[in-house]
């Protein structure tokens, strides 16, 4: 069973992260459906994105839940029915769920060349304390960007803007921790990052 790692960064919280090498049949099997899921994953056209749709259906398993026991509100955002605090994320070959108690955030994305094409459409403080001549430039842009899309999952608000609403505090490559914040509709909420990276993909989760 490819449960890659599991985190358990306090008492309310715990990470699991999914290494993806099963077939799709292989990770169908052994699992319960709701009928619309079941729809919605033979309508999907990539494989990559039925395996870790699936993917995500087996960690929920290794937390001790069912399909059934998640829901999605009018944002999008994803919720237990036992009043739980959960974020779902998949990249390619990894997918990774966060439980917790309280308001939660997660985000894997594979390292590449392609996000600084896309850099001055999510960053604007950040530019501040980035150069484009460090030779670890390509992963900090995707710890933040994995920051920010954590951010976006547990605010879950519309019109919030990665570039105009949040912020990340300059962390070092070596850090594992850094913090984030919300500055949105004249409030500002400030949150805990947890960074991770394996074989080449970054993982952020965000924390109250």
Known sequence: MPLYKSITPNSQTTVKIWKITESYDDLINGISLKSENLERVLGM??????R?????RHLLAEFGYQDSDLFYDENGKPHLHDGKHISITHSFIFSAVVVSDDVV???VEKQRDKITIIAHKFLDYEFDYLSKTDEDYIKKLTRI???KESLYKLFATPGLSFKDHCLVIPFAIEDDKTYAWIDYDNKKYRY???FLEFEGFTCAYALV
């Open 45 to 50: 056209k990539s494989e990559l994105h039925q």
């Open 52 to 56: 870790g749709f699936l993917s995500v």
């Open 105 to 107: 955030g997660i985000d």
């Open 145 to 147: 960007w994995c920051v």
């Open 192 to 194: 805990n990052i947890n």
